[in-house]
C-alpha cells in the first residue's frame, strides 16, 4: 500500500528555522517525483516545489523560490521541506503529494499544520 | 502570468447533476494539459478525483466525470450526494503545475 507520513504539527517563533518531512512507503521511491503544496488558513492549494528523490533534481514555483529549500534523503525514502527563517506568514497546511507520469498527484500525506507566532 | 480559473461557489440539490469548470485567464484548456480534478474537505488531504482529463482515480464513484467542454476542463457529478459536499480544485500542467482557486460546492 502505498503511503505518505508526514510529520507532526509544529509551532515555531517568527525567526526561527524548521524542516518537515515526508516518508514514502510502499513503492519505489526514487521513480516518483515528490511535491510540496501550501494551503493557507481558508484558502486554496499552492504549489511550492517539486523534487525527483532519484537524483534531486528539484523545482519550484517562482512564488517560493528562495523562500523555502526542498530535499530528499533517499536512503530512508523521505523528502524535507526546510525554512532558515519562518514568517507569521508562513502559517499554513503542508501536504506533500506523489506526482505520476501522468502529471496528476495520485498519494497524498495527511499534511502538516506549521503555527508560526511569537 | 496564467490563471487557472473556477466558479468560487455552486450549489447542487441533492441527487442533480453539476458541472464545475476549469478555464485558463488566457487561451483554452486541452488535454495536453492533463487536467485533473481533486476533492477537499475540511481538515483532510485532498483526494484524487480525475486524472488526465477524463479517467476516474481508483475507487472514485462513476457518478464523478471529467471533459472538456468548449475551453475548460469539466467535473461533472451526476446524483449529487450529501457528502460531495466539499471544496472541489482543479489542476492543469503548463510545465509545472497549475491549481485554480476551488469551488465550494454546497448540496442543499
Known amino acids: 500500500e502505498v503511503q505518505l507520513v508526514q510529520s507532526g504539527a509544529e509551532v515555531k517563533k517568527p525567526g526561527e528555522s524548521l524542516k518537515i518531512s515526508c516518508k514514502g512507503s510502499g513503492y519505489s521511491f526514487t521513480s516518483y517525483w515528490i511535491a510540496w503544496v501550501r494551503q493557507m488558513p481558508g484558502k486554496g492549494l499552492e504549489w511550492m516545489g517539486i523534487i525527483y528523490p532519484g537524483d534531486s533534481d528539484t523545482r519550484y514555483s517562482p512564488s517560493f523560490q528562495g523562500q523555502v529549500t526542498i530535499s530528499a534523503d533517499k536512503s530512508i525514502s523521505a523528502a524535507y521541506l526546510q525554512w532558515s527563517s519562518l514568517k507569521a506568514s508562513d502559517t499554513a497546511m503542508y501536504f506533500c503529494?506523489?506526482?505520476?507520469?501522468?502529471?496528476?498527484?495520485?498519494?497524498w500525506g495527511q499534511g502538516t499544520l506549521v503555527t508560526v507566532s511569537s | 502570468q496564467t490563471v487557472v480559473t473556477q466558479e468560487p461557489s455552486f450549489s447542487v440539490s441533492p441527487g442533480g447533476t453539476v458541472t464545475l469548470t476549469c478555464g485558463l485567464s488566457?487561451?483554452?484548456?486541452?488535454?495536453?494539459?492533463?487536467p485533473s480534478w481533486y476533492q477537499q474537505t475540511p481538515g483532510q488531504a485532498p483526494r484524487t478525483l480525475i486524472y488526465g482529463t477524463n479517467t476516474r482515480s481508483s475507487g472514485v464513484p462513476d457518478r464523478f466525470s471529467g471533459s472538456i467542454i468548449g475551453n475548460k476542463a469539466a467535473l461533472t457529478i451526476t446524483g449529487a450526494q450529501a457528502d460531495d459536499e466539499s471544496d472541489y480544485y482543479c489542476?492543469?500542467?503548463?510545465?509545472?503545475?497549475?491549481f485554480g482557486g476551488g469551488t465550494k460546492l454546497t448540496v442543499l
Open positions: 488566457s487561451g483554452s484548456v486541452s488535454t495536453s494539459y492533463y
Open positions: 503529494a506523489r506526482r505520476t507520469g501522468t502529471y496528476h498527484f495520485d498519494f
Open positions: 489542476v492543469l500542467y503548463m510545465g509545472s503545475p497549475l
